[in-house]
């Protein structure tokens, strides 16, 4: 389970010890981790999916970080349309009629996503301020963005997963938006 400190990291390793973008590609790839685990235990597709998706972003911001490791090109940005493609997934989902239904003890599971992606949009907003360039401050604030559409994606699964087929019929996920 993706458990991290931002003092230290799972080898034990403090951030003094550690380059920050090699710390970032640590919480990026504990997230990827984190994602396929979760996937690993459903049988639904559509939230096996979104999971999938999830862990497939966390890889875009390892990779983002990895560049700025090595002082690469990050001018462009990897597409990153989270939004769109849950939202597309929600919508398959209610158009198919089969009730949905979920081990509810997964629930602490995603409940604990949600406080992981806070805490790392938090943690990028503030290397944002400490960034060496304007690029890469920018470049952390477009992360913590895509952190908080993670976590408003998680908070939707933890509504779908707690009641999923009143939260199909009663969904408001149609409203994320950029």
Do not use: W
């Amino acid at each position: 389970m993706l458990i991290f400190f931002y003092n230290f990291n799972k080898k034990g390793e403090s951030m003094s010890e550690m380059n920050i973008y090699e710390f970032a590609m640590n919480l990026e790839k504990e997230g990827e981790e984190f994602y396929l685990d979760l996937a690993s235990k459903t049988e639904d597709v559509g939230l096996k999916n979104i999971l999938l998706m999830l862990a497939r972003e966390e890889i875009k911001h390892y990779n983002l970080f990895k560049r700025m490791l090595k002082d690469s090109d990050v001018s462009k940005l990897p597409k990153m349309e989270v939004f769109e493609e849950v939202t597309s997934i929600f919508e398959e989902m209610k158009s198919i009629e089969e009730e949905h239904t979920f081990d509810q003890s997964q629930v602490e599971y995603y409940k604990k996503a949600v406080e992981i992606e806070e805490a790392n949009e938090n943690f990028y907003l503030k290397q944002a301020e400490n960034a060496k360039t304007e690029e890469h401050k920018a470049i952390f604030i477009k992360i913590a963005e895509e952190e908080q559409k993670h976590l408003v994606i998680l908070k939707n699964l933890v509504d779908f997963i707690s009641g999923p087929d009143d939260y199909l019929d009663n969904a408001e996920f149609y409203n994320m938006t950029h």
